[in-house]
């Protein structure tokens, strides 16, 4: 198949083909939400300091969050991860080596995912890098994906806290879910203003209240 440019497709045009090719269903990149909500969500691990900064910040500002850890990291810190479910923020599934899963087997992609000791439903694709074919492989292991529709850019080398504040206040929209990362200290400093910067916008952030608020695989 012909891959083809944004010069070729447009902008728009060429976001959807994307999306398309890899997968993305508009329910994902909403995490099934039900509601206009913006939903914080946060990847990969992070140390005891940043363990404690986060749920501090998040409980101090009355914020729920998602966040997906690898598992490779969490077997070895059941403890930390338990302060988070404690704290009360839903704990999911981001593979136990972080590898792109369009490139291994159906059997590397399952023992991805079941190496990994978080329960189902949700699921966040590394890199997020996945087709149909891993969306069916997840599917039959009880597991639905929770995308994003705002990259903070967090990863990015170079990434400040302004850099990250500046490129989400000005990408929010109703309903939308924020893609962060526990291991960047930049993120960490600037989640306060972050927060507050969300509601003086005039949005809510999600509390998982809904009671309509399931995945649906």
């Given at each position: 198949?012909?891959?083809?440019?944004?010069?070729?497709?447009?902008?728009?045009?060429?976001?959807?083909?994307?999306?398309?090719?890899?997968?993305?269903?508009?329910?994902?990149?909403?995490?099934?939400?039900?509601?206009?909500?913006?939903?914080?969500?946060?990847?990969?691990?992070?140390?005891?300091?940043?363990?404690?900064?986060?749920?501090?910040?998040?409980?101090?500002?009355?914020?729920r969050a998602m966040f997906f850890f690898q598992g490779d990291w969490a077997i070895d810190h059941s403890d930390l991860i338990e302060q988070f479910?404690?704290?009360?923020?839903?704990?999911?599934?981001?593979?136990?080596?972080?590898?792109?899963?369009?490139?291994?087997?159906?059997?590397?992609?399952?023992?991805?995912?079941?190496?990994?000791?978080?329960?189902?439903?949700?699921?966040?694709?590394?890199?997020?890098?996945y087709d149909r074919r891993v969306r069916s492989i997840l599917a039959g292991l009880g597991y639905v994906i929770c995308y994003w529709s705002v990259?903070?850019?967090?990863?990015?080398?170079?990434?400040?806290?302004?850099?990250?504040?500046?490129?989400?206040?000005?990408?929010?929209?109703?309903?939308?879910?924020?893609?962060?990362?526990?291991?960047?200290?930049?993120?960490?400093?600037?989640?306060?203003?972050?927060?507050?910067?969300?509601?003086?916008?005039?949005?809510?952030?999600?509390?998982?209240?809904?009671?309509?608020?399931?995945?649906?695989a």
């Open positions: 198949m012909k891959i083809l440019t944004p010069t070729q497709l447009g902008k728009a045009a060429f976001q959807k083909y994307v999306d398309w090719r890899r997968g993305n269903r508009p329910a994902e990149k909403r995490c099934y939400k039900t509601t206009d909500t913006i939903l914080l969500t946060f990847d990969d691990y992070a140390s005891a300091d940043q363990t404690n900064r986060l749920i501090d910040i998040l409980a101090a500002a009355k914020v479910r404690e704290a009360g923020h839903i704990i999911g599934n981001h593979t136990f080596s972080h590898q792109d899963l369009r490139t291994l087997t159906d059997e590397q992609v399952t023992s991805e995912v079941n190496r990994q000791p978080v329960a189902q439903p949700w699921f966040r694709p590394p890199y997020g890098s990259d903070s850019y967090d990863w990015a080398e170079g990434a400040t806290s302004k850099s990250i504040f500046d490129r989400v206040t000005s990408r929010l929209h109703p309903g939308a879910v924020i893609l962060l990362h526990a291991h960047r200290d930049a993120t960490i400093e600037i989640l306060p203003e972050l927060i507050a910067e969300i509601r003086r916008q005039g949005y809510q952030l999600d509390t998982f209240s809904d009671p309509a608020w399931s995945p649906k």
